[in-house]
C-alpha cells in the first residue's frame, strides 16, 4: 500500500524504536504547540490566537513548559489578556455564588474533598479551567486522528501490521486508548487477532523492563561490577515512561535564541 502524508507520522514513530510510539508524536506535537505559541512566529500576537487562548487558557503543566521555554514578553502578553478575561468571568460566578445550608454534622465530618468531582458551582468552573488548555487540545485532536490512521493502516496495510507487531509496545495510558478505540473500530473477527498480538508486546516488553531495571539494581552491588549493563543503563526513564507515559528524562525544552 502506497503511504500518504497523514500516514508518515505514524510510521515513523513505529520505525523509531521507542517505548511508545504514541508518546512520541504527544511530545512532537506538544513541543510544535508551545513553539507555536511563544516561538519565534509570534502566533500569541494574532488576534484569533489571543481569543482563543484568553478563553481556554492553559494547564499546570503547559504553564510550566511555556514558561521553561522562554520568550517571558511573549508569556506575559498572553497572560495579560487571558487574565482580563478570566477576571471578567470570575467576578460574575461569584457574585452569583449562593453559599449552602451547614450543619453540625457536617463540620464534625473528616474533610474528604474529591477533586475531579466538585460540588459547588464555583467548584466546578474552576474544576473545568483547571482542565482546559490551549497545548493538551492540540495534542488530542492531533491524537485522535493518530488512532484512526492506527486502525486504518492495521486493516488495510499488511506491512504495518507486521511493524506493529515487531514494536516495543506502547506506554499503559496509550495502551488503554488503543484498547477502547479498538473496541469500537474492529469487528469481532479483527478484535480476536489484534488483542493476543497487543496483550502479547504489552506482556513480554513490560517483562523486559521489569529485567533490565532489576539488573540495574544488580549493578549497584561491588559484587556485580563485572556483570554486562545490556540494556539497563537507561531502564529506570523508560520504566517509568511505560508505567506513565511521557519522557521523564528529558531536558528542559527551550527558545532556540
Not at 506575559?76 to 478575561?85: E, G, P, R, V, Y
Not at 507487531?165 to 495510558?173: E, H, I, V
Request: charged share 30%; with cysteine; aromatic share 14%.
Amino acid at each position: 500500500m502506497k503511504e500518504k502524508i497523514y500516514m508518515i507520522p505514524l510510521n515513523d514513530a513505529f520505525h523509531a524504536d521507542d517505548e511508545c510510539p504514541f508518546c512520541l508524536l504527544e511530545r512532537e506535537a506538544e513541543q510544535h504547540a508551545v513553539e507555536f505559541m511563544v516561538g519565534s512566529a509570534s502566533s500569541y500576537m494574532e488576534d484569533d490566537i489571543r481569543m482563543e487562548t484568553d478563553e481556554i487558557g492553559f494547564c499546570r503543566h503547559h504553564f510550566k513548559m511555556m514558561y521553561d521555554y522562554g520568550n517571558r514578553l511573549g508569556n506575559a502578553l498572553i497572560l495579560s489578556t487571558h487574565l482580563k478575561k478570566l477576571n471578567g468571568q470570575l467576578s460574575e460566578k461569584t457574585k452569583a455564588f449562593q453559599p449552602g445550608k451547614s450543619s453540625f454534622m457536617s463540620r464534625m465530618k473528616k474533610t474528604s474533598l474529591n477533586p475531579d468531582a466538585p460540588e459547588t458551582e464555583l467548584g466546578q468552573w474552576i474544576f473545568q479551567k483547571e482542565k482546559s488548555c490551549y497545548v493538551c487540545d492540540h495534542f488530542k485532536n492531533n491524537y485522535q486522528r493518530y488512532l484512526d490512521t492506527f486502525f486504518f493502516m492495521y486493516k488495510s496495510n499488511k506491512e504495518f501490521v507486521n511493524t506493529f507487531a515487531d514494536s516495543k509496545g506502547f506506554c499503559l495510558p496509550h495502551f488503554r486508548d488503543l484498547v477502547e478505540t479498538a473496541e469500537k473500530k474492529l469487528t469481532d473477527k479483527e478484535k480476536a487477532d489484534f488483542y493476543p498480538v497487543l496483550f502479547d508486546l504489552m506482556e513480554k516488553n513490560l517483562k523486559r523492563l521489569e529485567e533490565e531495571v532489576t539488573l540495574f539494581c544488580d549493578k549497584q552491588d561491588y559484587l556485580n561490577k563485572d556483570l554486562p549493563w545490556g540494556n539497563s543503563r537507561d531502564s529506570v526513564q523508560r520504566c517509568m515512561q511505560k508505567l506513565g507515559g511521557g519522557y521523564p528524562a528529558d531536558p528542559v525544552f527551550k527558545m532556540d535564541y
